[in-house]
């Protein structure tokens, strides 16, 4: 079989084959510290914050810390602090010029940005940590238990939560390093499948257990989810190429140019970060009173219910919304036409400069609408799954970001495991063709 043939060529492989072994090594020893629990946690205070975090929009960051969150370990805040501060920067990138500037300096340049990622995502922690642990002082409360962290308590246990942390986000960087794939996309890929196999287990045990299109229900459930998930490969993979014509230039006895290229323009040019922005956003109405949103105003009880129609329509539009404006800020029409007029490259057809620079954005305008409505409809697939039928953790594959990051990393790792055995003159992981990872400049 061409499977065993491939596997057997990436153990032939020493370097590749120690990647991997490196990346498997790293990943357990992340998944270990997901269970180890913080110091004077009981098992009654564990219970407590399973059921707090067992729906809604808690589950969504339990999902993303792989359980930890809902364990109580010193892994509990994960790595979206991280993910929060490189956001930020990335954002400071386009508006202060002073960031601007670094973004050009190159390795050295990177090296600062990613210095000042790190102490940015120590202070998101630094407040995150106290919140988590009133979070779990309230929860063991409302439960019936007695939990009661004092200062010098609290203070201490931020500083182990703020440590997981930031030691997972130097696993993520060794996996960049010395694995397979990138590191703190490969940490948020393990966790979100660490939930996978219960999820299944648990849906397949219900269709059967019940009367509610037993067995055929389930098979139906899986082709829609093998079908979102080739659309989910298609929104990421998915391009429009823009010919470009290079005139010919002669120096010396050589020619150069006059060859024909593409600008490959994504279709989903702002990957997942429209759908970070948005769940960022609808966190806030909670955070804002409070996480026992049962007992606030009916606003905030529709914002809460991940499953509601006001939730996801809102949360639909945002998506649309941001994916347009994360894509202006990073797919700049104005400099690849300077490019290109500086290479003596035009498009067919098009005068260079500003008419080359108009004529892209009226082309990634018209692309990106039905990207941003079916980023948006990949979004909110989980809430169609839920009101189906389906049980709410196996819902979440359905869609959302669980599932696009899932395909992303997928691909990206595959490709670059690709590119190892085409080096070294193997066949690929596919009979014709290569395969295609992110290329929008985002990790995520």
């Known amino acids: 079989m061409r499977f065993i043939e491939t596997i057997k060529n990436i153990w032939k492989i020493e370097d590749l084959r120690q990647r991997i072994i490196i990346t498997l090594l790293l990943v357990l ?15 009654a205070e564990i219970d407590a914050l399973r059921n707090f975090t067992s729906g809604g929009l808690m589950q969504l960051l339990d999902m993303f810390s792989g359980g930890a969150f809902s364990q109580a370990s010193i892994f509990a805040l994960g790595i979206m602090p991280y993910i ?5 920067i990335q954002l400071l990138g386009i508006v202060l010029p002073s960031f601007q500037k670094l973004q050009r300096e190159g390795e050295s340049g990177r090296t600062k940005l990613n210095q000042y990622t790190r102490y940015l995502t120590v202070a998101i922690l630094l407040l995150q940590g106290p919140a988590y642990l009133v ?11 007695a939990a009661h962290f004092g200062f010098w308590t609290t203070l201490y246990l931020t500083i182990i939560l703020a440590a997981g942390s930031m030691f997972i986000m130097w696993l993520g960087e060794k996996i960049t390093d010395k694995g397979v794939g990138n590191g703190i996309s490969f ?26 299109g037993g067995l055929v229900m389930f098979l139906v459930e899986i082709i829609v989810l093998f079908a979102v998930i080739a659309g989910a490969v298609l929104l990421v993979q998915g391009t429009r190429k823009v010919p470009v014509q290079y005139a010919k230039r002669i120096v010396g006895n050589k020619q150069y140019g006059g060859a024909r290229q593409y600008i490959p323009l994504k279709v989903n040019a702002a990957g997942v970060m429209p759908i970070i922005f948005a769940q960022a ?8 009173v409070g996480f026992n949103a049962s007992e606030s105003n009916s606003f905030v009880r529709a914002f809460s219910d991940i ?14 919304a941001f994916t347009y404006f994360y894509t202006a800020i990073t797919v700049r029409p104005t400099e690849m036409a300077e490019n290109l007029k500086r290479n003596n490259g035009f498009i067919p057809g098009v005068k260079p400069g500003s008419k080359t620079a108009d004529y892209l954005d009226s082309i990634m305008s018209r692309i990106t609408f039905p990207g941003s409505l079916f980023l948006g409809l990949v979004a ?23 599932l696009l990051i899932l395909v992303g ?32 400049g985002s990790a995520y």
Not at 135 to 141: I, S
Not at 386 to 401: E, S
């Open 29 to 43: 020893v992340y998944r270990f510290g997901c269970y180890v629990v913080l110091p004077g946690i009981s098992p």
């Open 307 to 320: 499953n509601g129609f006001w939730y996801n329509a809102v949360y639909f539009i945002m998506i649309v």
């Open 281 to 288: 956003i609808m966190f806030i109405p909670v955070t804002l």
């Open 135 to 145: 979070n779990l002082q309230v929860q063991v409360n409302q439960a019936g238990g």
């Open 380 to 402: 909110i697939m989980p809430a169609f799954a839920k009101i189906c039928g389906v049980n709410q953790q196996f819902a979440q594959f359905f869609g959302g970001t669980s």
């Open 84 to 88: 929060t501060a490189s956001i930020v």
């Open 409 to 440: 990393v997928v691909l990206d790792t595959l490709m670059q495991i690709e590119s190892h055995l085409m080096m070294r003159h193997y066949d690929g992981l596919m009979k014709s063709g290569k395969i295609k990872g992110r290329t929008t």
């Open 187 to 212: 940490i948020i890929l393990v966790g979100i499948i660490a939930r996978l196999p219960l999820a299944f287990l648990q849906e397949f045990t219900n269709r059967l257990t019940t009367a509610q």
